[in-house]
């Protein structure tokens, strides 16, 4: 069995609202859970982050559904590699919503992966895009904690 981490960055339809998010993690936990696959969304200024891990015909499988998704449009591959450990295991999908809290430590962060102080992730490198959304995953426990 081979596990993957997949990284993608889109945009997302203009007219998307609070409701349609829970809507998207409302089926994102659910199937997720099913297919053993964990990550993390996070949205801001009109573009998603997504990492997904797991078994890698299921994650290839949920990543041409969401593609093809008409809430958001220009999915752009940043990443995919082979995995030994999860970097988002305790969450079958965390969503973050970037402009929730833009902190100073979270705007120390961004920048200091992408070199920006926008969220971006459209012209972020794949090892950006995996080491932002390490950190972002980081922080968010803290905060549960
Ligand atoms: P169905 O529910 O049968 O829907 C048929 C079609 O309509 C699909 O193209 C679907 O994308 C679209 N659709 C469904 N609901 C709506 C709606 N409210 N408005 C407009 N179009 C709609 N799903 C996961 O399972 N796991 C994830 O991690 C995940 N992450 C996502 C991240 C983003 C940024 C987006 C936009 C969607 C995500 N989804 C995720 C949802 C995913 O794209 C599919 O909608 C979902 O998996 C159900 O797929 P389905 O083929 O059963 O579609």
Redesign the pocket.
Known sequence: MHTIRLIYA?DAREDLRYR?FM??MD??AA??RESA?T?I?CYGGGQ?L?A?EGERLAVNA?YH??A?????ANCQLLSVEEISTRDFAEWS?KIVDWNDAVTAARQTMLLRHSGSRQFDPAHMSGQQAAGFLRDLAAMERLLTE
């Open positions: 889109s349609d809507t998207i089926t994102a199937t997720n696959i990550g969304l998603f997504q997904l949920l559904r969401i093809k998704d008409p809430r958001h999908m």
